[in-house]
């Protein structure tokens, strides 16, 4: 997921807190009987010896005594008792009905929701009727149908995560904020040969028969009693990517998720990584193996918050579901809302370790979101890689790719591997800027659109009235709410460019609406990269564009001489860039992993929506609204703009959820030349070859991108599809190939690649791996300011 107003995000937030006082609100708070009083100030560390530890068969209470007791920042504790303690939560119905209301404006702006309904024939996730869904809790919560308040509120949350859309997004607090849920066991999945079905082991067996070579993992074969790859298939499912291969090896542990530390899901989501940590996997796991034995592990659950006072449910509500704000008083509402959802403290940036890496030669010095690698390998000394975790940055990022882009030919190298491995998205500009690099003069085509509704089209008409010149100075006037419509937002006409790369000639031209399966939409909306305002914006200037019109107009590969890996993840400004590069040049793909089942893979398997937007900036954008025309604000009252600042209801949607976590996807991406618009998300789209893991790829990545340049360059065989063309050597499908050398060549280097990463393997280099097995993903640190999609 990404996000490309930066500045005006952290400028919108900041206002917000900051904002003008609202009237007096007249929600009612629910006092549940019984509660133990509360404070809203964060409770001691789990050290303090100042609060007394409750002696309670209360299974909250409980939790409480293990937390004040517990020595680690998240504790861990009993993952049923976590379970018992949730479910302990008393529901009342008419707040929750109130805040599934206040959520309702939000929605319209997610620009799917008539594609998810009735989806085209390619797409591979069930159909998802957003408001009939919607309309269907609402209705629940009347009709008694859930048993209390986590019921309740796992039911919207899977509402949200069941669409598969990663820019979808809310998290409600008690079923998303509270616990994260986990297994003490992550797994993998990899081929013997490279070919032979995969089959899914227990890592930490595989790191051990890298140490001693003796020790011959079992593959696992049930899960809880059920069939292993079934039982996998159907975990996978609480994920929120919309590919079942891209969702399948997800639940396994990944070297290029590790590398992203918390942001990422390292562990695998049948670990409780990423989004696996939102679903109960009760109270324990049994393993059974090929070699005939079973293990039984006990689950677990990592405390998230302070845990102090809570005694029972009740206070488990009053604390974290419907706590009272920080003020005095009700009118900052929404300001305290935002400001109180938000993290305490903020995580600083930095470079987590990187096990299964080789040395970079360049890397970026925030996170591992961007480096470069030289393979040194006999017969791959021409190879440059550059692992593209993430697209989240500004200046270092962009510095960082121009700098290798630039060193790599310099040294010898010709071929370029590019690897997206774990990419969820970033900054829009720094998708556009890596193709810039590679493909100086070309002009992107990069077409989107915006879904048409009440409040959209309001605020459209009033920026392009009102702000009746453009492009202006970006501090002059020295004006938030002119700075928050600039260079990336699409409510001036004047900003922007249309299909033809021309400017619209009116607010009507740019938003006529066109209808498409029976929704409006904009007409065809494509990036000015001329814009003066994209860079004070968004602190990125594409290559070719404002200042940066003098570098070398030279492509450092050739177009036959680069090859993008995928394994499922790639999402967001990830989907912009693979889009740019496969559809306007050619480039040529491999995809690696997925379920064992032999058939084609997809490329991009997350949202290949192209923009989203958190609902604090949609808020900000009707404050500025109102700001913008004051003469108007009896009128706006009347309309859809006035849901968004409704003292009454305003700030529920962030004080009852995680982080802020409320985004909705608003820019669909579109196809050049595709008269029906059908949005990318919709759009089946298999790479050019499809790959297994191997088992030395699990703890070393070269294995990996060694095997990518022989099935491109070398002329080994694919397990599905195959790379031909100019510069390419002929490679196709595994079983259809007739030549028995072909197939003996390539298992033999396969054997051979693994007694190397064996020997190489020492004791340090397994250790730095297994200490990754053990990330934590702090829910509350995700911020949709970093442009990560949340796994």
Same mark, same amino acid.
């Given at each position: 997921m990404h996000f490309l107003q930066v500045l005006v995000v952290v400028a919108a937030a900041a206002k917000l807190v900051s904002a003008n006082p609202l009237p007096q609100s007249q929600f009612s708070t629910f006092t549940v009987p019984n509660a133990t009083t509360t404070s809203t100030q964060e409770p001691a560390t789990a050290t303090s010896t100042t609060v007394p530890i409750p002696d309670s068969n209360n299974p909250c209470a409980k939790i409480t005594k293990l937390y004040l007791n517990a020595t680690e920042f998240y504790p861990k504790v009993p993952s049923d008792l976590a379970w018992q303690c949730l479910n302990d939560v008393p529901l009342d119905a008419p707040a929750a009905t109130i805040w599934l209301q206040s959520l309702r404006p939000y929605i319209e702006w997610q620009s799917t929701t008539a594609y998810l309904k009735d989806p085209p024939q390619g797409y591979l996730e069930p159909a998802v009727d957003v408001w009939a869904e919607f309309d269907n809790i609402v209705s629940g919560i009347s009709a008694g149908r859930y048993a209390n308040e986590y019921e309740f509120e796992?039911?919207?949350?899977?509402? $949200?995560? %069941?669409?598969?859309? %990663?820019? $979808?997004?809310?998290?409600?607090?008690?079923?998303?904020?509270?616990?994260? $849920?986990?297994?003490?066991?992550?797994?993998?999945?990899?081929?013997?040969? %490279?070919?032979?079905?995969?089959?899914?082991?227990?890592?930490?067996?595989?790191?051990?028969?890298f140490v001693n070579g003796t020790a011959k993992p079992s593959a696992v074969t049930q899960i809880d009693g059920k069939e292993a790859i079934q039982f996998l298939e159907e975990w996978s499912q609480y994920g929120s990517l919309q590919d079942p291969d891209a969702l399948y090896n997800n639940l396994f542990y990944g070297l290029a998720q590790a590398s992203l530390g918390a942001s990422g899901s390292g562990p695998g989501t049948f670990a409780g990584g990423g989004r696996g940590a939102y679903i109960y996997p009760g109270p324990t796991t049994s393993l059974t193996f090929e070699n005939g034995s079973t293990h039984t592990h006990d689950n677990f659950a990592r405390v998230q918050v302070p845990f102090r006072y809570i005694n029972n449910g009740s206070d488990l509500y009053l604390n974290y579901v419907n706590s009272p704000l920080p003020s005095s008083t009700a009118s900052n509402r929404l300001a305290d809302a935002i400001q109180f959802s938000a993290p305490a403290t903020?995580?600083?940036?930095?470079?987590?370790p990187r096990p299964g890496y080789p040395p970079p030669v360049v890397n970026s010095k925030t996170f591992n979101n961007v480096a470069g690698y030289y393979l040194d390998e006999p017969g791959y000394e021409d190879v440059a890689v550059l692992a593209v975790a993430s697209f989240v940055g500004t200046s270092d990022y962009q510095n960082v790719v121009y700098s290798f882009l630039d060193q790599a030919p310099k040294a010898g190298k010709t071929k370029l591997v590019i690897d997206t491995s774990a990419n969820g998205g970033g900054t829009i500009m720094q998708g556009y800027n890596l193709f810039l690099n590679l493909f100086p003069g070309i002009v992107p085509y990069g077409a989107t659109r915006f879904r048409s509704h009440e409040a959209f089209n309001l605020i459209g008409e009033t920026v392009s009235e009102r702000m009746f010149y453009y492009p202006f100075d970006y501090h002059d006037p020295p004006n938030w709410v002119w700075n928050d419509f600039a260079g990336g937002v699409p409510f001036n006409y004047r900003a922007d460019v249309d299909v033809n790369y021309t400017n619209f000639d009116s607010w009507q031209d740019k938003n006529p609406p066109s209808t498409f399966m029976g929704d409006d939409f904009t007409s065809v909306i494509r990036w000015n990269l001329s814009d003066p305002l994209i860079y004070p914006a968004n602190q990125v200037q594409p290559n070719g564009y404002g200042n940066r019109t003098g570098l070398p107009p030279t492509r450092p590969f050739e177009p036959e001489n680069i090859v993008i890996l995928y394994d499922g993840y790639c999402a967001s400004t990830c989907a912009i860039f693979s889009e740019l590069m496969t559809q306007q040049i050619g480039i040529k793909t491999v995809s690696i992993g997925g379920r064992p089942?032999?058939?084609h893979m997809q490329t991009v398997g997350g949202v290949k929506g192209t923009n989203n937007y958190p609902w604090y900036f949609i808020s900000q954008l009707v404050t500025d609204t109102y700001t913008l025309a004051p003469d108007q604000a009896s009128f706006f009252n009347t309309t859809a703009l006035y849901d968004y600042i409704d003292p009454d209801t305003d700030w529920i949607p962030y004080h009852r959820a995680v982080g802020n976590s409320g985004q909705v996807n608003v820019r669909d991406g579109l196809r050049e030349g595709d008269e029906t618009q059908t949005p990318l998300q919709f759009i089946y789209e298999a790479a050019d070859c499809r790959l297994y893991y191997t088992a030395e790829m699990t703890v070393d990545v070269t294995a990996m991108w060694e095997k990518v340049v022989d099935v491109t360059w070398n002329g080994d065989s694919c397990v599905v599809g195959g790379i031909s063309g100019q510069g390419h050597a002929q490679s196709k499908r595994f079983d259809e190939d007739t030549s028995d050398a072909v197939k003996a060549r390539a298992q033999a280097k396969a054997k051979r690649r693994l007694q190397k990463r064996r020997r190489q393997m020492t004791a340090s280099r397994i250790a730095a791996i297994k200490q990754s097995l053990d990330i934590v993903t702090d829910s509350r640190n995700i911020q949709p300011i970093q442009g990560l999609m949340l796994p």
């Open positions: 796992f039911a919207l949350y899977r509402l $949200f995560q %069941g669409t598969h859309d %990663g820019h $979808f997004r809310y998290m409600p607090t008690l079923a998303n904020g509270i616990f994260s $849920f986990g297994r003490p066991v992550s797994l993998i999945s990899y081929s013997a040969d %490279g070919y032979e079905a995969p089959k899914p082991y227990v890592y930490e067996d595989v790191l051990s028969n903020a995580t600083s940036p930095t470079v987590y089942n032999g058939r």
